[in-house]
C-alpha cells in the first residue's frame, strides 16, 4: 500500500499553459524532489511546454533533467565555487549555464573554461549569494559568456529593488528574475532594453491546488483501551478508541516542516499551541479521517504512521483511502496516478 499524488492531468497542465501564456521568457524550475513530481517528470513537462531553458538548484540535477528526456540548455542555479568536481566539469559543456556570485569566482572560470557560459548574480535585500551592485558595474568579464544577470528576489519580491539592480550592471545582458508578480514582471520588461526571463517554480508547479492531492491507505485497525501499551515506545492510550495504521511516514517526507516565519502574532500562537500538543502526547497528524485530521499515537515511522482515534468508531475499515496534508516541496510519494 502507498502514499499517492493523484493529479488532474487537464487541469494540471492548463494551468501551466496559462503560466506560460502570461510570463514572457518562461524558465521553469525542476530542483529538490521535483516539488513533489519527481525531476524526470517535471523535465517532461518542460518539454511539452516548448521552452528552451529550464533550472535546476546544483549540479548534481543536470543528469536528472536530462534523463527524464530534457536536452536544452540547464541554469544551476547554486553558485558555482572552487572545489566542486561535478560543477566545474559541467563548466565545458555548451548546454549548462553556471550562476556566479562572486568576482573572484568569475575570474577563476575565466581562467580554466574559457568561455564558459554564465549568469552573474547580483546580492538582493534576500541577502543570500550575490556580487555587490557597485561590484557588478567594475566587474571584469573578459573570458566568459555573459548570459545574463540574476536578481533572486525574497518570496515577496520588489518591482522597485528589481529596477534599482537593473541599474548596476555595466554589461547589456539580459536580465533573469525571480518571485516578481505577473503584472511587476511584465513592467519590467516593457521597461527593460535587454531580454528579460523569469524563473518560476512553485507557482508553475503547484500554483493550482485543486489539481493534486495526496492520499494515503488504511493498512490495519485496532481497537484499544486507555491502559493499552502501543508503539515502539510503548505509551499509553489517551483514553478508549483506535490505533489507524496508514501508508505514509519519515521516508516520504510525512511531517517533515521547515521552521515556520514568526511574522505575526498569530503565527507565533499556532507555534506555541503546536508545541503545547507535542509536550503532551497529541500532536496532530497531516491524515484526515472522518474530515478531521487525527493525532499521532506516536511518531511517524519510515513507511507507515499510527494514527488515535478515539471513540466507539475507527471512523474507517482496512484499505480506504485517506487524504493526506503534505508540503510538496518535501515529499516523495510512492506513485504518480492520473498520468
Known amino acids: 500500500m502507498t502514499l499517492s499524488l493523484h493529479i488532474d492531468a487537464a487541469r494540471w497542465r492548463a494551468h501551466q499553459e496559462q503560466v506560460l501564456h502570461d510570463v514572457r521568457g518562461l524558465v521553469p524550475v525542476a530542483k529538490g524532489n521535483g516539488y513533489g513530481f519527481g525531476l524526470d517528470l517535471l523535465a517532461q513537462e518542460s518539454s511539452r511546454l516548448g ?9 548534481q540535477e543536470v543528469a536528472a533533467v536530462r534523463s527524464g528526456g530534457w536536452d536544452g540548455d540547464v541554469v544551476v542555479l547554486n553558485p558555482w565555487r572552487p572545489g566542486d568536481a561535478l560543477a566545474t566539469a559541467l563548466l565545458d559543456d555548451h548546454r549548462v549555464i553556471t550562476t556566479v556570485s562572486r568576482a573572484d569566482d568569475v575570474d577563476q572560470i575565466a581562467e580554466i573554461a574559457p568561455g564558459a557560459r554564465v549568469i552573474v548574480e547580483i546580492l538582493t535585500s534576500m541577502r543570500r549569494h550575490g556580487i555587490l551592485p557597485d561590484e557588478a558595474s567594475r566587474l571584469s568579464l573578459d573570458g566568459v559568456n555573459l548570459e545574463g544577470w540574476a536578481i533572486h528576489l525574497p518570496a515577496t519580491g520588489s518591482l522597485e529593488e528589481a529596477l534599482r539592480l537593473a541599474h548596476a550592471p555595466h554589461a547589456e545582458a539580459p536580465f533573469w528574475l525571480s518571485h516578481l508578480s505577473v503584472d511587476d514582471y511584465r513592467s519590467f520588461a516593457e521597461d527593460s532594453p535587454v531580454p528579460t526571463r523569469m524563473r518560476v517554480g512553485t507557482r508553475l508547479w503547484l ?13 490495519d485497525v485496532h481497537r484499544v483501551s486507555r491502559v493499552t501499551s502501543l508503539g515502539y515506545h510503548q505509551s499509553k492510550a489517551p483514553s478508549d478508541g483506535f490505533i489507524v495504521v496508514v501508508s505514509g511516514g519519515t521516508a516520504h517526507g510525512v511531517a517533515l516542516a521547515a521552521p515556520v516565519p514568526q511574522r505575526n502574532a498569530r503565527q507565533r500562537l499556532i507555534t506555541v499551541a503546536e508545541g503545547v500538543l507535542s509536550a503532551t502526547g497529541q500532536a496532530l497528524s497531516p491524515f484526515s479521517l472522518g474530515g478531521k485530521k487525527r493525532p499521532f499515537a506516536e511518531p511517524p515511522h519510515m513507511h507507515s504512521s499510527m494514527l488515535f482515534v478515539a ?10 483511502e485517506v487524504d493526506v496534508t503534505v508540503r510538496m516541496t518535501t515529499t516523495t510519494p510512492d506513485e504518480i496516478v492520473g498520468l
Not at 521552452?51 to 549540479?59: E, K, L, M, P
Open 51 to 59: 521552452v528552451d531553458v529550464i533550472a535546476v538548484g546544483i549540479a
Open 207 to 219: 500554483g493550482d491546488k485543486q489539481a493534486y492531492r495526496t492520499t494515503a491507505t488504511v493498512l
Open 311 to 320: 471513540g466507539k468508531s475507527p471512523l474507517v475499515k482496512v484499505g480506504d
